[in-house]
Nanobody, 126 residues
Framework: QVQLVESGGGLVQAGGSLRLSCAAS????????MGWFRQAPGKERELVAT????????YYADSVKGRFTISRDNAKNTVYLQMSSLKPADTAVYYC???????????????????WGQGTQVTVSS
């Protein structure tokens, strides 16, 4: 079992920055890939970024590439999403997720992830 708790969401003006954190407990954190997803009202949940167990490999959705950075601190059992140059289109509930069956690679599909946080709201005003 893995428990995930997100924090750091909030209201920010366009062009601003936020950093989301996701604290994990349960299984050894360094043994699996992590991902950040988001879901806007009326839209499907989409992958924002994913990171492998060591942090050496990452992947970003085109919509956030160059603006968002995913990272992890295995000593603190935490994954982060640094978001900069935020746009109103980034408004969504953001979820972190654990792909505990993926020891070395990246998780590109939501169906690969077996544990999810409760979500944190990010609202970007224009």
């Amino acid at each position: 079992q893995v428990q995930l708790v997100e924090s750091g969401g909030g209201l920010v003006q366009a062009g601003g920055s936020l950093r989301l954190s996701c604290a994990a407990s349960g299984r050894t954190f360094s043994n699996y890939a992590m991902g950040w997803f988001r879901q806007a009202p009326g839209k499907e949940r989409e992958l924002v970024a994913t990171i492998n167990w060591s942090g050496a490999y990452t992947y970003y959705a085109d919509s956030v590439k160059g603006r968002f950075t995913i990272s992890r601190d295995n000593a603190k059992n935490t994954v982060y999403l640094q978001m900069s140059s935020l746009k109103p289109a980034d408004t969504a509930v953001y979820y972190c997720a654990a792909d505990t069956k993926n020891r070395y690679g990246l998780g590109y599909e939501s169906t690969e992830y077996d544990y999810w946080g409760q979500g944190t709201q990010v609202t970007v005003s224009s």
